[in-house]
């Protein structure tokens, strides 16, 4: 049995928000985001684009890459912390605007984790023949949930969307999926949140005024939650598979932060093979990890057998690494 991903896809909004548009905005300079973040830019959806736009479009353009039809999928899964609305699922609207036939939709909310999530739990459907060719999407509008009076966050999110096509082959031999490490601890979940509006803080007027429907964040503990439950994760992978970082052709770890990225390529032994998207769309969430991959096939730099580890870390808080061969 092979489980392959036969084609990549992303999106991201055409308007581009620079940091020297975000100094107009809050007291911050381009100077100060660069040196702490990394990032240069992001790209930001208008008001009339939602989640499942973003999310269509990657899955359109994943498609296209596997050489497959709509009709060709009997599963769609969509990681994301910014559904279109509560119910019905962000996936099923997906399926409906793609022109995907019935079958089994759900989202997952994991937040910067959920792509990793969703390639574990979509492994596991097509190993125990449940289906067959899976459309995992990662995708978030992340500015309608960023609180842009707030100089520490809002110059973070950008909005975008990635999309693996993952099918399995019943006479072929060979599995992209080599091993994961994947967890979570609610017990620091209060350090990366939106608090509002859901059962425990009902939408409100006040809510609103006081930015309850936006993320926030303790800066410095996810910082250093991130670091040590990314590489001590990637490092058990590595430990049970027997694989050096000196194998390995692609590191893509979450594209949250630079200072992050270096942080856990440095305690991995890992410097060149690091890919880095960050400064050109910030923090896309559970995008993220597919835009890099996405980018790297669409420009040749992946080839058959290249093994690639991949990390994230997101509100949960949860974190994943994996390694896979491509």
């Known amino acids: 049995m092979s489980i392959r991903i036969l084609g990549t896809g992303h999106y991201v909004p055409e308007k581009i928000l620079t940091n020297f548009d975000l100094e107009k905005m809050v007291d911050t300079t381009d100077e100060w985001i660069v040196s702490r973040t990394g990032i240069r830019e992001r790209h930001i959806a208008d008001a009339g684009t939602a989640t499942s736009d973003l999310a269509a479009a990657a899955g359109r353009a994943a498609l296209e890459s596997a050489n497959l039809t709509p009709k060709d999928i009997d599963l769609v899964v969509v990681s994301t912390l910014t559904p279109d609305m509560p119910t019905p699922s962000t996936s099923t609207i997906v399926q409906r605007k793609l022109g995907i036939p019935p079958c089994m939709c759900f989202d997952i909310a994991a937040a910067c984790t959920g792509l990793l999530y969703g390639i574990d739990v979509v492994h596991a459907m097509l190993a125990a023949h449940q289906r067959k060719c899976a459309l995992l999407i990662g995708a978030d509008k992340l500015s309608g949930v960023t609180n842009w009076t707030d100089r520490s966050t809002c110059v973070l999110f950008g909005d975008g969307a990635s999309a693996l096509v993952i099918c399995r082959d019943n006479e072929k031999d060979d599995d992209f999926y080599i091993a994961s490490e994947i967890s979570a601890d609610g017990n620091d979940a209060d350090f990366l949140k939106i608090p509002g509006f859901g059962s425990a803080c009902p939408a409100s007027a006040e809510g609103i005024a006081q930015h309850l429907n936006t993320i926030t964040m303790n800066g410095p503990k996810t910082y250093q939650k991130a670091v040590t439950a990314m590489s001590s994760s990637c490092k058990r992978v590595l430990e049970k598979t027997g694989v050096s970082a000196s194998q390995l052709r692609w590191a893509i770890p979450h594209q949250a932060n ?35 991959l996405d980018e790297l096939n669409k420009n040749g730099k992946l080839h058959r057998g290249d093994l690639i580890l991949t990390a994230a870390f997101g509100a949960g808080l949860t974190w994943a690494a994996q390694l896979l061969r491509w």
């Open 258 to 292: 630079d200072r992050i990225i270096s942080a856990v390529a440095e305690r991995l032994g890992i410097s060149d093979n690091i890919y880095r998207s960050v400064a050109r769309y910030g923090n896309t969430s559970s995008a993220s990890i597919g835009i890099c």
